[in-house]
């Protein structure tokens, strides 16, 4: 199906609309993406992470999984209750449930993977240029465009 130009532009109008005439929807999704944020922050321990990589990598997350914004809940839950406040107080992660743990991971893995998904077959490269995973050789190597044959392509999936 081929959409017009003026049918995209009317589509992208309405959908800005509705964000715009429904503060409960706007808020509702502002807040889960600070709170992904703070997460990412925390978890990876950057503190310059780009905001606009952040929405994209949460809406990946969450298309794979209904339930992210829950498991997101409580592992927030999880770590105020422990009191952790930096990536300093991450070295012991025992109180963390399984669930919680891969979470985190998922969260984590999206930064420097600039991807979301186990495999080029159910995941996206949504933000493949500012993956985490450049950052220790950014002033020495440049970074690829695009993935060449999917992230990965080059090995197996480790076993996690």
Do not use: C
Request: hydrophobic share 40%.
């Amino acid at each position: 199906m081929i959409i017009s130009r003026r049918k995209m532009l009317m589509l992208l109008a309405t959908s800005a609309g509705v964000y715009s005439f429904h503060p409960v929807l706007a808020a509702g999704t502002a807040a889960r993406d600070k709170k992904f944020f703070f997460l990412s922050q925390l978890l990876t321990g950057e503190d310059k992470l780009d905001p606009d990589t952040g929405i994209e990598l949460a809406a990946g997350l969450r298309r794979l999984d209904p339930n992210f914004d829950k498991d997101t809940d409580r592992l927030m839950t999880s770590l105020q209750a422990e009191k952790v406040e930096s990536f300093s107080q991450l070295s012991d992660l025992s109180f963390l449930s399984a669930k919680d743990k891969s979470t985190a991971t998922e969260i984590v893995r999206a930064w420097y993977l600039g991807r979301v998904g186990n495999s080029p077959a159910n995941g996206a490269a949504t933000e493949y240029d500012a993956a985490l995973m450049f950052r220790p050789t950014d002033s020495a190597i440049s970074i690829p465009g695009f993935p060449v044959g999917g992230p990965e392509y080059w090995t197996l999936a480790p076993k996690i």
